[in-house]
């Protein structure tokens, strides 16, 4: 039988994780759980897997170079691609976040039609505000990014009517888009867009997509979403656009430093909202299965699924 490597778990939420692992693996897996890098690297005795958050891991890795697996418990995983170290194989999260992602993006893009929070506003005045709302049927979404998660989005929008144009590198069809585009297509792609949700990776060819130019193409109605990375997005192009209505408002749940600063202009711009990372939570139902299955191909050296390309960032 196939050796059964032994694991460290590193994650702020590592005995849930570990107690999971236990529950769904076939066979016992040794596993040391620990809550944070300190506890890592103390406890490290030379393992060759590594289960955990990309942040905590990378603070560590070159101090473990006995590693060659690490399996992330984020979607993003920028931490360990920042890092110079290669050689390892490294896995992500795919196929789970849809549906969190997806409830998310509506509620917000509900909320700006219905307008909630103009409505509760009111309320609090005692006003009776019979302005009508809009509606989602009919409008054009546009996706940056046409992965697993943007095409659970597309999928979600076909219920509510809407048309649904996607921006990938290749602008190859994808499921759930009624049309791509590549991604020195940009312009084009932006004009018309009612709707736009950026759920791309952070590499160098996404950084500050969305500036003063790029934005200045959308339409003034537009409202923008980001659950991907925040370096697609100039954050004081997008206060500039705010501030001066040329556009709609904006929804922001990924920021390039978290917690966002109290001191940020972002707190105070108009017509943005901002939620603190909160768009898709890695709960351990819904990883851990990942894990359990790499882990078993793993041990008997099967090509494992979601692999990263640690040059290409996703």
């Not at 989005?153 to 888009?177: D, M, N, Q, Y």
Request: contains cysteine; aromatic residues 8%; glycine residues 6%.
């Amino acid at each position: 039988m196939p050796d059964c490597p032994d694991c460290l778990v590193v994650a702020t939420n590592a005995e849930e994780l570990a107690e999971e692992v236990a529950r769904l693996a076939a066979i016992p897996i040794t596993i040391k759980a620990c809550s944070s890098a300190e506890q890592a690297l103390a406890d490290y005795t030379d393992e060759s897997v590594v289960f955990g958050d990309p942040d905590l891991i990378a603070e560590i890795l070159p101090e473990m170079s006995t590693v060659a697996w690490v399996q992330s418990t984020w979607a993003g995983v920028t931490p360990l691609i920042a890092h110079d170290r290669r050689d390892y194989v490294l896995t992500g999260i795919k196929g789970v976040f849809g549906p969190q992602m997806s409830e998310y993006v509506f509620a917000h893009l509900l909320a700006h039609e219905l307008k909630v929070v103009r409505r509760m506003d009111e309320q609090r005045e005692h006003n009776w505000f019979s302005t009508g709302s809009g509606v989602l049927q009919g409008k054009r979404l546009g996706i940056m990014g046409t992965g697993s998660i943007g095409q659970h989005i597309a999928k979600t929008a076909e219920f509510f009517g809407i048309t649904v144009t996607g921006l990938s590198r290749s602008g190859a069809p994808a499921p759930g888009f009624n049309d791509v585009m590549q991604m020195d297509q940009l312009d084009d792609f932006l004009q018309g867009v009612d709707y736009l949700v950026a759920v791309l990776p952070q590499t160098a060819g996404t950084d500050k997509l969305l500036n003063t130019a790029s934005l200045a193409k959308l339409p003034a109605h537009a409202y923008f979403i980001n659950v991907g990375r925040s370096n697609v997005v100039d954050d004081d192009a997008l206060i500039d656009a705010l501030t001066n209505n040329r556009l709609a408002g904006a929804t922001l749940d990924v920021f390039d430093e978290e917690p966002l600063p109290q001191d940020s202009p972002l707190w105070d711009t108009p017509n943005l909202t901002i939620t603190a990372h909160v768009a898709a939570a890695s709960h351990p139902s819904l990883i851990v299965p990942i894990f359990v299955e790499n882990y078993r191909r793993y041990r008997h050296k099967q090509t494992l699924k979601y692999v990263v390309d640690l040059d290409a960032g996703y």
